[in-house]
T-cell receptor, first 113, second 111 residues
Framework: DVKVTQSSRYLVKRTGEKVFLECVQD?????MFWYRQDPGLGLRLIYF???????EKGDIPEGYSVSREKKERFSLILESASTNQTSMYLC????????????FGNGTRLTVT | QKEVEQDPGPLSVPEGAIVSLNCTYS??????FMWYRQYSRKGPELLMY????GNKEDGRFTAQVDKSSKYISLFIRDSQPSDSATYLC???????????FGSGTRLQVQP
């Protein structure tokens, strides 16, 4: 079974702090993704990565950056957290084949005060 | 206009009912269509996916795609309380190589 593990289930940070959200997958997947999920807006793609050291902007990359130094790990960085980044953050991974599904972690609920 | 539209619900049905969940999309680059189920406080999990227009059946679940009208449906037969969850339709954008999600429909199956 594919396992996507997000390091924190709940996180509370202050405005202006630098925040790191970590995600690890154990299936040697090439592609990894970060989404945020908000009521009424669904899941929106922040960044994704096709392979190690590669990254692509999604639909809402502003205020975020990512790092993928190892194949199994994909980090989301909030350079200076703001209250409008309070959200549920979901990490996902998949193989590189054309119709392979995404496998999600259970999410990190981030609150910025 | 959002690329993928879903009625947010909640949709409340009695146990045993047939449920119809629907989704429309606007982007012709969408080629594969996935349905995810998300229980409260969990990440989404893949339920079904289909490529071509027509029906695909898996147990009590049937996915239907009409590419000509850009309309996707998920039918659940003999619905159970354990089916209570949010259902997300997610077309795969072959150009961008990423999923685009609808906002999800919350389903409640009453025992």
């Amino acid at each position: 079974d594919v396992k996507v593990t997000q390091s924190s289930r709940y996180l509370v940070k202050r405005t202006g702090e630098k925040v790191f959200l970590e995600c690890v997958q154990d299936m040697d997947h090439e592609n990894m993704f970060w989404y945020r999920q908000d009521p009424g807006l669904g899941l929106r793609l922040i960044y994704f990565s096709y392979d190690v050291k590669m990254k692509e902007k999604g639909d809402i990359p502003e205020g975020y950056s990512v790092s993928r130094e190892k194949k199994e790990r994909f980090s989301l960085i909030l350079e200076s957290a703001s209250t409008n980044q309070t959200s549920m953050y979901l990490c996902a991974s998949r193989t590189g084949t054309v119709n392979s599904p995404l496998h999600f972690g259970n999410g990190t609920r981030l609150t910025v005060t | 206009q959002k690329e993928v539209e879903q009625d947010p619900g909640p949709l409340s049905v009695p146990e045993g009912a047939i449920v119809s969940l629907n989704c429309t999309y606007s982007n012709s680059a969408f080629q594969y269509f996935m349905w995810y189920r998300q229980y409260s406080r969990k990440g989404p999990e893949l339920l079904m996916y289909t490529y071509s227009s027509g029906n695909k059946e898996d147990g009590r679940f049937t996915a239907q795609v009409d590419k000509s009208s850009k309309y996707i449906s998920l039918f659940i037969r003999d619905s159970q309380p354990s089916d209570s969850a949010t259902y997300l339709c997610a077309p795969w954008d072959t150009g961008r190589r990423a999923l685009t999600f609808g906002s999800g429909t919350r389903l409640q199956v009453q025992p």
